[in-house]
């Protein structure tokens, strides 16, 4: 390999990485101050680095949260993907309920989802970054609701649109509301998930 594209590669290595630091520390910042709260000197100085090496990267504190919606989208793609080997769209549904609730309960994601939630009624360009992202998953759930119609495992009468948000909702909510009681153990309340849901679509005979 050519010495200048190994000193390209390493360059864009080295940018990466400290896209990455920023990012990490507008995160901490975030959960810790709320969007609102947080200056670009707080992110700097939680990254360790200058206003200008910060400004390098991001011109303002709306472009590292469209990063972090970047990143969002990422990882829900992720999830998105794994459920595309499963057939069965019961077993879909069930591995998505899992995959949606740990994530949900990282605890960055905990707090983030609230702080969301508050910036979007302030900053309609947070609100339609992270309504994209939901509005993927409410979709990928969608087609799986359709598909277990279609195998006559799922109750027809469906809206399968809005029972997808209904579903979404729910785990978030399980997963704030354990962290706010500060419970861990999160065994029972994912079963009791699996099966309000299982009961609520089932094909009526």
């Not at 509301?177 to 679509?201: N, Y």
Request: charged share 25%.
């Amino acid at each position: 390999m050519p010495k200048q594209q190994i000193a390209e590669m390493t360059k864009d290595a080295a940018l990466n990485d400290r896209r990455d630091l920023i990012v990490s520390a507008a995160t901490r910042c975030f959960v810790a101050k709320g969007f609102h709260q947080t200056g670009i000197r707080d992110i700097a100085a939680e990254a360790g680095i200058s206003l200008g090496n910060l400004y390098n990267h991001f011109q303002n504190k709306d472009a590292l949260i469209a990063e972090i919606a970047r990143m969002d989208a990422e990882a829900l793609q992720e999830i998105l993907e794994s459920l595309q080997e499963i057939a069965d769209p019961s077993q879909a549904l069930a591995r998505f309920l899992d995959c949606y609730l740990d994530y949900s309960l990282w605890p960055e994601n905990v707090a983030l989802t609230v702080e969301i939630t508050a910036e979007a009624f302030r900053n309609r360009d947070v609100a339609k970054a992270f309504t994209v992202n939901r509005g993927v998953v409410t979709k990928a759930v969608s087609d799986i609701l359709k598909k277990g119609i279609k195998a006559g495992v799922f109750d027809a009468a469906l809206n399968t649109d809005e029972v997808s948000e209904f579903i979404l909702d729910a785990v978030e909510g399980v997963a704030l509301r354990l962290a706010f009681r500060g419970r861990p153990d999160a065994r029972l309340p994912r079963e009791t998930l699996h099966a309000m849901v299982s009961r609520a679509l089932r094909c009526q005979v």
